[in-house]
């Protein structure tokens, strides 16, 4: 892998998520490496994708008290996040 700079990082990155469901856990893994590497916070986009196994489809079991359950599709992972 070549050389990046931060902002050739950023434009990557970017590039990536736009089409998420597509790409297996191991690209996504490498991204997520890239942006660790290059100190680039994924932000929301980190929502997309499983914290434990990295696959990309999550489904969301339903949302209370503010709160939304997603559940990973692969592994069973239950992720929650607070809605703004």
Known sequence: ?????????????KEFFKNIQNKSPKEIKKIKKLAMRHNIKLGELR???CKKCYFSRLKIL???????????????????????
Do not use: H, P
Not at 1 to 13: D, V, Y
Not at 73 to 80: D, H, L, Q, T, Y
């Open 1 to 13: 892998m070549k050389k990046l700079s931060k902002t050739e990082a950023e434009k990557e990155i």
């Open 47 to 49: 929502k997309k994708f």
């Open 62 to 84: 339903g949302i209370k008290n503010k709160t939304k359950r997603i559940i990973c599709k692969s592994c069973g992972e239950i992720s929650r996040w607070k809605m703004k």
